[in-house]
C-alpha cells in the first residue's frame, strides 16, 4: 500500500495543512494544554518545546511491536520535549530535562533523518512523541518526499491529543500507535497532571480509527496502515485496564489490535520508593490478557525475540 503522506504532497494536502497547523503556534494550541504560548517567537509551553523541532537521538529500533520491526527495524526518531509529562516516564531524560542534549533541526534537516533512517533499511518512520511538533512533521515531509521517502509514518502518542491537531494529519498519517495509559481522571491527574486525559484520549483513539481503520498487516507480517493501541500495566491498574479493553472492544473495534505492555519500572520522579514502586508480575500480566479476550479482543501483540533474532540472523 502506498504511503498515504505521497498522495497528500501531490494533491497539495501537505502544503495546505503545514499552513494550517502553523497557525496553532503563535498562541500554541496544539494540543489539550491550550498554552497559548507564541511558539514562533521561541516561547516554551508546557511541553517545553520552541519553535523548530529538536530530536534527543534517532535510528532503527528492535524493541517495537514485530509488525513495525520486520528485519530492519522501526525507524525511530525521538523528539525532545513532550505535552504530558508523566512522572513515571521511562525516557524521563529526553522528555523532562531542560539540560538534555538536543539537537534543533529545521525542515530539510528532520526529512534527512527520515531519509537516513529508510535507506537504513528501517520500515517505517516511527515519530516517537510528535504531538507537540505536528508542524514541523508536516513542514518536513515535502522535503522527504521529494527526497523519495515512501515508507510508512508511524504517530506514536502518549493519546492526549486535541482533535483539531489530528484532524491536520488525516491523510497524512499511515499507522496511529497511541497509549491508552489511564482511564480513571485521578490517575490521569496523579501520574501527568492531566485530569482530562481519559476523556482525550478515547476521543482520540476514535478519531484516529475513523482516519485509517484497524491496523492491516500485510504478507511481509509489517504494518502498512491502520491502529495499534498500546497500554501500560500500572501495578494498580487491573481495573482501569479492563475497562480501556471494554472501551476499545466495543468502541474501537473488535479486531483493534493492542500491545498489553508489562514493563512498568518506577522511573523519573517515581523512582526510588512509593506504592507505584513495584513491577508488574506475570500473574498480573496474565490477567490483563485474559481481561482482554473476554471482552473480544483477539489482536494482541506477542513480542516473538526467538522470531526476531532468527530474522537477524538470517540477513
Ligand atoms: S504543544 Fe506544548 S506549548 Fe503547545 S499547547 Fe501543548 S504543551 Fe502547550
Excluded at 114 to 136: D, W
Excluded at 210 to 231: E, F, K, S
Aim: aromatic share 8%.
Amino acid at each position: 500500500m502506498t504511503a498515504r503522506y505521497l498522495e497528500a504532497k501531490q494533491s497539495g494536502l501537505l502544503a495546505k495543512r503545514w499552513e494550517e497547523s502553523n497557525q496553532f503556534l503563535s498562541s500554541c494550541s496544539l494540543c489539550p494544554r491550550q498554552c497559548g504560548v507564541n511558539r514562533l517567537s521561541g516561547e516554551r509551553g508546557y511541553c517545553r518545546a520552541g519553535h523548530l523541532a529538536e530530536v534527543a537521538s534517532y535510528g532503527p529500533h528492535f524493541g517495537e511491536e514485530s509488525v513495525l520491526v520486520g528485519c530492519g527495524g522501526s525507524g525511530t526518531i525521538f523528539f525532545c520535549g513532550c505535552n504530558l509529562l508523566c512522572s513515571f516516564c521511562q525516557n524521563y531524560a529526553i522528555s523532562h530535562s531542560e539540560d538534555q542534549d538536543c539537537r534543533i533541526v529545521s525542515s530539510p534537516d528532520l526529512a534527512a533523518i527520515m531519509m537516513e533512517l529508510q535507506e537504513m533499511g528501517c520500515h517505517n518512520i516511527n515519530l516517537v512523541t510528535p504531538s507537540h511538533v505536528v508542524p514541523q512533521i508536516l513542514a518536513a515531509l515535502p522535503f522527504a518526499v521529494d527526497a523519495g521517502l515512501f515508507v510508512p509514518l508511524v504517530y506514536n502518542c502518549g493519546g492526549y491529543e486535541r482533535i483539531e491537531t489530528l484532524r491536520l494529519l488525516d491523510g497524512i498519517i499511515d499507522i496511529y500507535m497511541p497509549d491508552a495509559k489511564f482511564w480513571a481522571p485521578e490517575s490521569g491527574l496523579r501520574y501527568a497532571a492531566a485530569v482530562d486525559y481519559p476523556e482525550r484520549m478515547r476521543e482520540g483513539v476514535v478519531e484516529m480509527q475513523r482516519q485509517v481503520g484497524d491496523l492491516h498487516i500485510g504478507q511481509d507480517g509489517l504494518a502498512d496502515h491502520g491502529l495499534l493501541v498500546r497500554h501500560l500495566l500500572m501495578p494498580d491498574g487491573l481495573f482501569e485496564a479492563q475497562a480501556i479493553f471494554q472501551f476499545l472492544a466495543e468502541e474501537i473495534s473488535p479486531n483493534c489490535y493492542v500491545n498489553i505492555m508489562d514493563q512498568y519500572r518506577p522511573c523519573g520522579e517515581l523512582a526510588g520508593g512509593g506504592d507505584t514502586h513495584a513491577a508488574i508480575s506475570p500473574a498480573m500480566h496474565a490477567a490483563a490478557l485474559q481481561a482482554a479476550k473476554k471482552v473480544g479482543l483477539s489482536r494482541l501483540d506477542r513480542r516473538d525475540t526467538a522470531a526476531l533474532i532468527r530474522r537477524l540472523l538470517s540477513l
